[in-house]
Nanobody, 119 residues
Framework: QVQLVESGGGLVQAGDSLRLSCTAS????????MAWFRQSPGKEREFVSA????????RYADSVKGRFTISRARAGNTIYLEMNSLKPEDTAIYYC????????????WGQGTQVTVSS
């Protein structure tokens, strides 16, 4: 069983930056895609960004394109979400997820990390 652990959330002001991290517990961790999702109170969970583990291809939601960057650590099983120019509407719990087979059905989820952006 793989565990994903997120960190890096916090309370910031609009315009600030944060970097989220997500680390997988398994040494032999070879997902097809790693992704970040977020959920705000009263809203459905939404896709934020994804990273293809082997090829390094990236995808972003339109709402974060140009402000957020997803990347993978050179060594180890960690992905990052660099968030710049944060807006109050970015406030949410951010979850990382792993799609092991490339089906876009995410097999593993982290517990989430809270990001709050004040205006």
């Amino acid at each position: 069983q793989v565990q994903l652990v997120e960190s890096g959330g916090g309370l910031v002001q609009a315009g600030d930056s944060l970097r989220l991290s997500c680390t997988a517990s398994s040494r032999k961790f070879t997902p097809y895609t790693m992704a970040w999702f977020r959920q705000s109170p009263g809203k459905e969970r939404e896709f934020v960004s994804a990273f293809t583990w082997a090829g390094g291809n990236t995808r972003y939601a339109d709402s974060v394109k140009g402000r957020f960057t997803i990347s993978r650590a050179r060594a180890g099983n960690t992905i990052y979400l660099e968030m710049n120019s944060l807006k109050p509407e970015d406030t949410a719990i951010y979850y990382c997820a792993a799609d092991m087979l490339g089906t876009r059905n995410y097999d593993y989820w982290g517990q989430g990390t809270q990001v709050t952006v004040s205006s």
